[in-house]
């Protein structure tokens, strides 16, 4: 039971801190203004919530190209945490291992999660107009997944399906990603 519990809060709290490491490598490389100048909440929670490590990382690892390569390892590190502190609460002799591997596919499967609820919440808003800052930057990281389905995809009846064919494609995503894991766990 304490296990699951444990499990449980580092699940939720690696989730949080993780898919924010996450979203701020995605907006800077889309170059959403996250300033609290520009406005965008969203991003002055991006940035509070993961500027205590991604600004020692930047110091040592330098962006590649419009990639913000310490978010990435920050994201990477947080999912790594989650593992240990699991490996060690379980008591398991042997399998430490496998930790980084299971904290690679821990971060695949965050990024598909993220994925999964930013589309979910462009869905909503897109039936409403708001107008809002929030909305437009759920658009604008939206777009550029959505954007190959839509040259696919037509319209039908004036309504955009992409959302929703994108939503399928992410769901097959996730279970080709645990098949591969079980299949890479199987191997080590």
């Known amino acids: 039971m304490f296990y699951q519990i444990a499990s449980l809060l580092l699940d939720v709290l690696g989730g949080v801190l993780g898919g924010a490491c996450l979203l701020r490598l995605y907006m800077q490389q889309q170059r959403i203004p996250m300033s609290a100048r520009s406005g965008n909440p969203f991003g002055r929670l991006v940035f509070a919530l993961t500027d205590w490590l991604v600004l020692p990382l930047r110091r040592l690892l330098p962006a590649i190209g419009t990639w913000d390569s310490a978010s990435l390892l920050a994201a990477y590190l947080l999912q790594l945490a989650q593992f ?73 009846g004036g309504v955009d399906l992409s959302p929703l064919a994108l939503l399928v494609l992410l769901q097959v995503v996730a279970i080709v990603l645990g098949h591969v894991q079980g299949l890479v766990l199987l191997m080590t």
Not at 89 to 111: C, D, K, N, Q, Y
């Open 84 to 156: 240990v502190v699991l490996w060690l609460l379980s008591g398991a002799a042997g399998g430490l291992v496998t930790v980084p591997i299971l904290a690679g596919f821990g971060l695949a499967r965050l990024a598909v999660s993220g994925l999964t609820g930013l589309l979910i919440v462009y869905a909503v808003l897109s039936w409403m107009q708001t107008g809002s800052v929030v909305a437009d930057v759920v658009q604008r990281l939206c777009a550029p997944p959505l954007a190959p389905i839509r040259r696919l995809l037509p319209l039908v």
